[in-house]
């Protein structure tokens, strides 16, 4: 039986790293803060890159309001799951 650990967060991944911090810092001068800046992971983008970490997956509305707002695309989202030590990406479909 595989032993499945109840952590699974998202990342939204950006055209560029500066997008990210930008869209990071909005959001932080705005006293959201619930996302994280966090390395892209090299399975999804390789070279120096930043995403946006969240929890919850309806976290992703705010984000994408705020992302068009200050024009900085995010060009996908990923679910992010630790199964046996391993993590598994899984690119979601979201809205746009």
């Known amino acids: 039986m595989i032993k499945r ?3 699974t967060y998202y990342i939204a991944v950006f055209e560029s790293k500066n997008h990210a911090i ?8 705005k006293g959201i803060k ?11 983008r390789s070279g120096c890159s930043y995403a946006l970490k969240f929890k ?5 509305d705010l984000l994408q309001k705020e992302s ?3 024009k900085c695309k995010i060009l996908s989202v ?6 046996n030590g391993k993590r598994i990406f899984k690119q979601i479909v979201v809205p746009t």
């Open 34 to 44: 619930e996302y994280e800046l966090v390395s892209t992971p090299c399975q999804i």
């Open 56 to 60: 919850v997956l309806e976290s992703y």
């Open 22 to 29: 930008y869209l990071y810092q909005h959001l932080r001068r």
């Open 5 to 7: 650990n109840e952590l």
């Open 78 to 83: 990923y679910s992010i799951e630790r199964i």
């Open 68 to 70: 068009v707002y200050i």
